[in-house]
């Protein structure tokens, strides 16, 4: 059975043929540009404008998008990774040439380890200077793709102005298909400036392709969950991404499988639930439990460096792995390997599992954690659960944060608790400093009507100082909560550990509190016994603030070594 699509192709009414026939004038490659993403559906872009950029940047005038304009290329694609995240649409990082571009490599880097869909569309030299030749214009490099295409999901060129449109709506489309992932449009300087003709793009589509799990797998792996004595669940990002926590949460009880979230997947289950092993994944009585498990059902994780303990778990029994990325199936351990999306994978599971009664399932949670909080407590960490205490008091529950590379962050990691989905995230994926404050800002331009924490230590605050002056430009709700230990302190404490002593960790910092209120933002410094009143203000004012907290953290013992 053939189907002809151009039956479904709406006609132009005589009022559209007219105003294709008759574009309006002054338009040229960058209308196209902004035209193709508000057809798409953008609302907002992020970016910072540069010389080849110049055409992108003056058609948003004539545009409904809004733009949030950063500091540092790096800082625009952290906060364009955050708004991908928490809303799950595409989000536009308008960029120039050459340094503009590669200063977002590190940014596009964390985009792609979490799935974010971020779209960078890059300026490029002129079309004359394409392919290699040693032309000597500004910015020049002899394949600007190069440099990205190891990283992003998919990479676009164009050429002329009517390439435009559907290179973005294939970007678009790459993107948002299962994984999500950044991706890459250049356009060369003269093709954005070109005066066009072309009539104005309106019907856009670029639906996502659905990644759907394959039936006879479902049914085996059904059948395993089914006949478990011991099933256990690990729950990573993919299920947060698709939305899917209601779908786990219903298979999860239905066969009283305890479940373990990755610090990718934090919120994905609840965490005072009684079959929640919370997100102690470093922790070997955690790594015990699920070693022990006589299926193993991962969502949405490839089991990598954290979420395996340091790749010391070594599961006995079968494992079950779901997984939207095909290059991270059976990566790490054999399993039987479904390709698909979380959501849509565990909604054909729930529907064919039997259920399962298990009356020592919410037992052997409880003990698991007692032990876990029993090791944790015998090392006298008092004043770090303390702090994420105080933290969770004073944050709204449906309050998003945003973690740099941090002491505090890694222990929260294990030991917050997210109480949605969606609304904890760090920079954990790739592991780059100085995501924590311009992710915030993205997630605020998304949602203004909530605050947004951010979470940095002194050396991850320096990479994003100069967006202070971003959040109070836009006039953005993000409190930033910078912990101030005079220098790298994670490195600090693992160069001690491992040579007696640390090289290059210690930190001459400005008087944090001066610094922001010279940006015009509130800030104040805080005490451990202060902090959740400092946070509740700070969260109950409008636009930004910053809270100093002078503290020195250490980390809970490793138990992979």
Not at 180 to 207: C, F, K, R, S, Y
Not at 518 to 531: D, H, I, K, N, Q
């Amino acid at each position: 059975m053939s189907h002809d699509h151009h039956d479904e192709r709406p006609e132009l009414t005589p009022e559209q043929l007219a105003a294709a026939l008759n574009p309006p004038s002054g338009r040229n490659g960058g209308d196209l540009v902004v035209e193709t993403l508000q057809g798409l559906g953008a609302t907002t872009v992020f970016g910072l404008p540069g010389q080849h950029a110049l055409g992108m940047f003056d058609a948003l005038r004539r545009s409904s998008l809004g733009y949030i304009g950063l500091r540092v290329e790096n800082n625009a694609g952290f906060a364009a990774d955050a708004y991908g995240r928490v809303t799950g649409e595409v989000a536009p990082l308008l960029l120039s040439t050459g340094p503009g571009a590669l200063t977002s490599l590190a940014a596009l880097q964390e985009a792609a380890a979490a799935s974010a869909p971020v779209l960078a569309i890059s300026s490029q030299i002129p079309v004359a200077g394409l392919g290699g030749g040693r032309h000597g214009y500004l910015h020049e490099l002899r394949d600007q793709k190069a440099s990205f295409r190891d990283i992003v999901k998919s990479v676009h060129t164009v050429r002329t102005a009517s390439q435009i449109p559907s290179a973005i709506a294939a970007a678009w489309e790459s993107a948002l298909t299962a994984p999500h992932g950044p991706v890459w449009v250049e356009i060369p300087q003269d093709v954005l400036l070109a005066g066009t003709t072309l009539p104005v793009v309106t019907a856009m589509d670029a639906t996502p392709r659905e990644v759907h799990a394959r039936p006879e797998l479902i049914a085996v792996a059904a059948h395993l969950l089914s006949n478990a004595e011991r099933p256990a669940i690990i729950a990573g990002g993919g299920v947060v991404r698709s939305d899917a926590s209601g779908k786990l949460r219903a298979l999860a009880e239905k066969i009283g499988a305890p479940v373990v979230t990755t610090f990718g997947g934090k919120g994905a289950f609840p965490w005072e639930h009684p079959l929640s092993l919370q997100s102690w994944l470093e922790d070997r009585h955690t790594t015990d439990f699920l070693e022990d498990a006589d299926v193993l059902l991962v969502v949405g994780s490839g089991l990598g460096e954290l979420s395996s303990n340091y790749y010391t778990f070594a599961p006995r029994g079968r494992v079950v792995q779901i997984e939207a990325d095909a290059g991270k199936l059976e990566s790490n351990h054999p399993a039987l390997g479904i390709h698909a999306d979380a959501r849509d994978a565990l909604a054909d599971l729930l529907e064919a599992v039997t259920p399962r009664e298990d009356p020592t399932a919410a037992e052997r949670v409880r003990e698991l954690l007692g032990r876990v909080r029993d090791r944790i407590d015998a090392q006298e960490r008092t004043l770090e659960q303390h702090l994420l205490g105080e933290i969770r008091a004073a944050l709204p529950d449906t309050s998003p944060s945003f973690w740099d590379m941090t002491i505090l962050a890694y222990w929260a990691w294990s030991a917050f608790d997210a109480r949605h989905p969606n609304t904890m995230h760090s920079a954990q994926g790739a592991g780059g400093l100085g995501y924590g404050f311009p992710a915030a800002i993205g997630a605020a331009a998304a949602d203004r009507t909530k605050p947004v924490l951010a979470v940095s230590g002194d050396g991850g605050a320096m990479y994003s100082i100069a967006e202070l002056a971003t959040a109070r430009q836009y006039d953005l709700p993000v409190t930033w909560l910078i912990v101030d230990d005079g220098g790298y302190g994670i490195l600090r404490e693992y160069m001690t550990d491992a040579f007696g002593e640390a090289t290059g960790t210690e930190l001459s910092r400005p008087d944090f509190v001066a610094l922001a209120e010279s940006f015009g933002v509130p800030a104040v410094r805080t005490s451990p016994e202060t902090l959740a009143a400092d946070l509740a203000k700070s969260f109950a004012q409008p636009g930004p603030s910053v809270v100093v907290l002078p503290a020195l953290l250490r980390m809970f013992e490793p138990t992979h070594l």
